[in-house]
């Protein structure tokens, strides 16, 4: 009899221990997920944000974030409308009306907001790879705060409004976002322009940065020629010299390329919406302005010493720019 207690008690200890350590791998397993670094942002568009316009289709890059509205008749209000938090106006249009943003990274789109006027039934579709992964179709007229449901990663938000008949207005639209990785953008690609040549070249380009870079990494182009430089922060301001030899019938009759520019940087740090919760990680972030100036570029050859061996020609192209 004593035996068979001994017995009992031991398997019952039996069982609560591995009763325990099942529950300890499910804390574990919990653990681990609720402490997976995310970090969460808002859409960096601001009230200062310049849209394109051709015809009834405006287009804007911020920080790397493309927004495209197209509408059918733009009643009154300007596209930043529909992103300045905020802002009493809405942006109104009648007929159909398509906004589409695509990301400069991988985000999840945890939450979308937007207030408006007027009844329209409104599709929210997200993609991937141009694979459609969630959509969202919307009827009522109420300011709206839709939470997504698959959490997968996409690259693409596109908002359609089917409106027949109604003046319908729209703005304060945002958006809660999550990354794996601090959001950073470090390369900005520039597709080539038609220069008027005589004039200063500058131009202006964004990054979204959650991290500090120390050098600023200018591609320049000139025909089919290519070189690169490194800028340290610490130099802006100040005139460099952009150099691109070549070698033409022989290294005797070798000439080169000289440019002179400079750089500006401007930085500042972004507002995080108040959608966003306290308990969300949220990574400090700036929004980086990369100012570049080209003021002139020469050819030289040492074949011709004394026949104009500097002259003017066309500008260099600025192809790409690397924070790093």
Request: glycine residues 4%; aromatic residues 10%.
């Amino acid at each position: 009899m004593k035996n068979y207690i001994k017995e009992q008690v031991n398997l019952l200890v039996s069982r609560i221990h591995d009763d325990f350590l099942r529950q300890e791998r499910k804390l574990t397993k919990l653990e681990a997920i609720v402490t997976d670094k995310s970090y969460y942002f808002n859409l960096p568009f601001e009230s200062d944000t310049v849209f394109d316009r051709k015809d009834q289709i405006y287009k804007s890059n911020k920080y790397g974030f493309k927004a495209e509205i197209k509408v059918g008749t733009l009643a009154y209000g300007e596209p930043k409308n529909v992103f300045d938090i905020g802002e009493t106006q809405q942006f109104s249009f009648r007929g159909n009306c398509l906004i589409q943003i695509e990301f400069p990274m991988k985000v999840k789109v945890n939450k979308v907001v937007f207030k408006q006027t007027g009844n329209a039934v409104k599709h929210i579709s997200l993609f991937n790879d141009g694979n459609l992964e969630e959509n969202i179709r919307l009827i009522d007229k109420r300011d709206q705060e839709i939470e997504t449901k698959n959490g997968k990663y996409v690259d693409t938000f596109k908002m359609e409004v089917e409106n027949d008949k109604d003046i319908i207005g729209i703005k304060d639209l945002d958006m809660i976002l999550e990354t794996e990785n601090p959001p950073s953008t470090n390369i900005v690609k520039i597709p080539r322009r038609l220069h008027v040549h005589g004039k200063i070249e500058s131009s202006s380009h964004e990054f979204l940065r959650t991290t500090d870079f120390e050098y600023v990494k200018l591609y320049f182009a000139l025909g089919e020629k290519y070189t690169s430089m490194d800028v340290h922060k610490s130099q802006q301001e100040r005139e460099f010299i952009v150099h691109l030899s070549f070698a033409e019938d022989s290294i005797l009759e070798g000439g080169g390329f000289i440019s002179r520019a400079k750089i500006n940087i401007e930085k500042e740090k972004i507002k995080y919406s108040y959608h966003l919760k306290e308990d969300h990680t949220k990574k400090e972030m700036s929004l980086v302005r990369i100012n570049v100036f080209i003021l002139n570029t020469r050819k030289y050859n040492h074949a011709r010493p004394n026949k104009q061996s500097l002259y003017d020609i066309p500008w260099f192209h600025l192809s790409e720019i690397h924070l790093i």
